[in-house]
């Protein structure tokens, strides 16, 4: 199996990419928001939890999102590989990654992180949020908190895999189709 994170704060791009590499690498997609939105549209208990968390615009709690993912993965045992999407977000939730996949024979090959600039990223989100109807992309004090987060408990992330040698930055910037052929790059240079 070949596993990918991609990593980059929200409104980095890590959807949009992800559409795209899946096709191209046989990937399965795994989306932490979409896994998210599920729970939470289907009223799980998981998903009351984590509404709790989103509608304050913070982030889910790592053992609420690490059963949920885990749940997600264990839906695909025969893929080719996992596009992770918005996971791990924290140490914890890498360790917590690192040890399952360990359990099934396998590893991140790669984390690849969709680098740019808040202002560009908050732009993004608001616009996003004129027609996801997306509660969290409406409200830019809520968008610049998730920010925060991201910058203390996501950001200790790079050092983590930068040590296992597995961490690329990439410009997030650009067109879709350069920045697929940035992310693409890394991947066939695995």
Known sequence: MTNIVLFGKPGAGKGTQAEFLKEKYKLTHISTGDVFRFNLKNDTELGKQARVFMDAGDLVPDELTTKMLIDEVNKHPDTNGILFDGYPRTISQAEALDAFLTSIGSQVAA????EADDEILVKRLLERGKTSGRIDDQDEEKIRNRYQEYNEKT????????????????????????????????????
């Open 155 to 190: 950001a200790p992330l790079m050092n983590y895999y930068q040590e296992q040698g597995k961490f690329h930055a990439v410009n997030g910037i650009g067109s879709i189709a350069e920045i697929t052929e940035r992310v693409s790059n890394v991947i066939d240079n695995l």
């Open 111 to 114: 984390t690849i992180a969709l």
